[in-house]
């Protein structure tokens, strides 16, 4: 079955770095669409950066901080984060969105690694 395991969290100062990872399996990673996700407390849950093929895009507030990137030879998504602020804090979720030809376009979802921006 479809298994996304994201790992990568935890606490950071402001100003700091991460990087997220995501491993897949039970679909063929190299065809999906994979998308990180995150979801602040009372928020909605909202796109952070998307990766089609190797072309990746991002939402307003992390486009020049935020890198997605893809290693398909391991099924891993990563999402690195510089210059990280407060406002980053959230849980981050991975998201595949995979196309099976006898049923369309189906979404899974990892469990979520929480994410801490704070000095």
């Known amino acids: 079955q479809v298994q996304l395991v994201e790992s990568g969290g935890g606490l950071v100062q402001p100003g700091g770095s991460l990087r997220l990872s995501c491993v897949a399996s039970?679909?063929?990673?190299?065809?999906?669409?994979m998308t990180w996700y995150r979801q602040a407390p009372g928020k909605e849950r909202e796109l952070v950066a998307s990766?089609?093929?190797?072309?990746?895009s991002y939402a307003d507030d992390v486009k020049g901080r935020g890198t997605i990137s893809r290693d398909n030879a391991k099924n891993t998504v990563y999402l690195q984060i510089d210059s990280l602020k407060p406002e980053d804090t959230a849980v981050y979720y991975c998201?595949?969105?995979?196309?099976?030809?006898?049923?369309?376009?189906?979404?899974?979802w990892g469990q979520g690694t929480q994410v801490t921006v704070s000095s």
């Open positions: 039970g679909f063929t990673f190299s065809s999906a669409i």
């Open positions: 990766i089609t093929g190797f072309s990746g």
């Open positions: 998201n595949a969105r995979v196309l099976f030809w006898t049923s369309g376009w189906h979404d899974y």
